[in-house]
């Protein structure tokens, strides 16, 4: 088989990933290697079925990423209180500053919506 046979094989990088971070979590779980990898594939080629073809633009999905320790650090935060926070979290006061700025920029996960 020639090389340029052999790179047509080879899937798109984002089909790739999703194969091989599939199979990883997989194993994470306990699920043997061989089914791992199989699950992967599956997710992979299911994607490429019903997404294939399409433009897609993947969110950066704020609101789920914010981890829950910058959750407990802003519902702390009072304005005044953010030298006893960093020590608190080990952090320093900019990352503290941080933290709190980055959430209320993402939504305040505690305002309700008006309508």
Known sequence: MSRDSVMSLRRHELLEDIHAQVAAVA???GIGPDVADQLG????DHMASNWGG???TIPKDHHYR?????LEIYEEFDGRNHHHLARKYDLSVRAIYKIVKRVRANGDPNQQPLF
């Open 66 to 70: 914010i981890s829950s320790r910058d």
């Open 54 to 56: 399409q433009h897609v």
């Open 41 to 44: 594939c599956a997710i992979a």
């Open 27 to 29: 194993q994470d779980y």
